[in-house]
């Protein structure tokens, strides 16, 4: 190899450093997928919560698509059957009206433990004098065993010891069941005297 050659050899195969600028396009089109991918984690990722899949955009979406549990479904159902029926006696505000019905908010017999004597109450009726919340009633009420089932029994009476300011455990329906089975030989509406030797706690 003559002299002219190894040189020749050295030049061809030097790396040069240089700068080469990125072409436009790569710039563009990155910018484009990172534009692309924000939109997409924008569109399925649900508020990047990990219990939120597409068609829910967040958590309280997927929380109103849930069935609620039991006794809310329960109350809901008597809400139906309160403003169906008891609400025109015992009023959408539910405390009642003087010649009609006394309240259902606050009620003693409303918010005992047990729901032995409502049941009863609801089942065959009531009339005679009652005292309510320290107020003398002397009116009558008819019975709804014919009118409803025990799941709307249950869930009504669930509902009045659940709505406005009352808080007390729901009514099932088994409840309802074994004292409509019990009282079955029963024809008279109750009297507040008659409910007294039935347990309320
Ligand atoms: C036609 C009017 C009327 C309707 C409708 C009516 N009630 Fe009554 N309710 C009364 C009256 C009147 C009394 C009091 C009876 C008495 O004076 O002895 C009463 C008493 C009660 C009581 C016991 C007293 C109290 O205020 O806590 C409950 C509980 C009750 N009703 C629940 C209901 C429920 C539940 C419904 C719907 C399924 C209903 N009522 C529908 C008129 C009505």
């Given at each position: 190899m003559s002299q002219n050659d190894k040189q020749n050899l050295r030049r061809d195969n030097e790396p040069s450093a240089g700068n080469s600028s990125v072409p436009m396009w790569l710039v563009l089109l990155v910018g484009l997928f990172f534009y692309w991918g924000a939109m997409y984690l924008d569109q399925n990722?649900?508020?990047?919560?990990?219990?939120v899949y597409h068609p829910f955009g967040n958590y309280e979406e997927v929380d109103a698509a849930q069935p609620k549990d039991a006794n809310a479904q329960l109350i809901a159902d008597g809400k139906r059957v309160f403003n169906s029926t008891?609400?025109?006696?015992?009023?959408p505000h539910g405390m009642g009206e003087v010649g009609k019905a006394p309240p259902l908010v606050g009620s003693e017999w409303v918010l005992a433990p047990k729901p032995d004597r409502i049941i009863r109450v609801v089942l065959d009726g009531l009339q005679g004098p009652i005292n309510v919340k320290g107020t003398e009633w002397n009116l009558a009420m008819a019975s709804w065993k014919g009118t409803f089932n025990d799941h709307q029994i249950a869930a009504v009476l669930s509902y009045i010891r659940n709505n406005w300011d009352n808080k007390a455990p729901a009514v099932t329906e088994e409840q309802v069941k074994a004292i409509r089975a019990k009282e079955k030989a029963r024809t008279q509406p109750w009297t507040a005297q008659d409910l007294q030797p039935i347990a309320e706690r």
């Open positions: 990722a649900g508020g990047f919560n990990s219990k008891c609400s025109l006696c015992h009023q």
